[in-house]
T-cell receptor, first 113, second 111 residues
């Protein structure tokens, strides 16, 4: 297993367009997290899954954001009608249980122009 | 609601010296986990050390150790014999579910 992988690594999109990111967690991990990180700040929680169930979604998360994890494997994060304020690094992480280390992917850097 | 605060936006240390990064948190829970993560420039975040709240003994991983004060809700990271490769952003994190991160401390190592 090569760890958590995210695709694409970079995405430039025009304002108003929809974008989708993919995260492939470590195969035996049942928890998957999505975070957003802006320059010089800590990761900000967006949502997380346990297997295929989305257990929590940040109240800060706009309705334009949606995430799925079909069959409890990979996950996708979609942002509809992108805005310039959506420009950030989107991080995915996975862990086996609550008390174990979260492994992070390298992130997808989104730039909305 | 839980909060995590890192009050030192930037720290610097001479190579081979010791540096301590501060972190405080707030929670009403009694059982939780605390982590320090390292994020080198343009690279992915990796775990440095973790501490279970029910353990009184401070965690240690080679040159990295923590000072966990549960009553004071303090969780500082000490880096001994600092090396150039230690330069990075360091994030303190509280794990209930999901993980809550502090604002980060940028550590610079001076040769």
């Amino acid at each position: 297993d090569t760890g958590v992988s995210q695709d694409p690594r970079h995405k430039i999109t025009k304002r108003g367009q929809n974008v989708t990111f993919r995260c492939d967690p470590i195969s035996e991990h049942n928890r998957l997290y999505w975070y957003r990180q802006t320059l010089g700040q800590g990761p900000e929680f967006l949502t997380y899954f346990q297997n295929e169930a989305q257990l929590e979604k940040s109240r800060l998360l706009s309705d334009r954001f949606s995430a799925e994890r079909p069959k409890g494997s990979f996950s996708t994060l979609e942002i509809q009608r992108t805005e310039q304020g959506d420009s950030a690094m989107y991080l995915c992480a996975s862990s086996y249980y609550t008390n174990t280390e979260a492994f992070f992917g390298q992130g997808t850097r989104l730039t909305v122009v | 609601a839980q909060t995590v605060t890192q009050s030192q936006p930037e720290m610097s240390v001479q190579e081979a010296e010791t540096v301590t990064l501060s972190c405080t948190y707030d929670t009403s829970e009694s059982d939780y986990y605390l982590f320090w993560y390292k994020q080198p420039p343009s690279r992915q975040m990796i775990l440095v050390i973790r501490q279970e709240a029910y353990k009184q003994q401070n965690a240690t991983e080679n040159r990295f150790s923590v000072n966990f004060q549960k009553a004071a809700k303090s969780f500082s990271l000490k880096i001994s014999d600092s090396q150039l490769g230690d330069a990075a952003m360091y994030f303190c994190a509280y794990r209930s579910a999901p993980e809550l991160f502090g604002q980060g401390t940028r550590l610079t190592i001076n040769p």
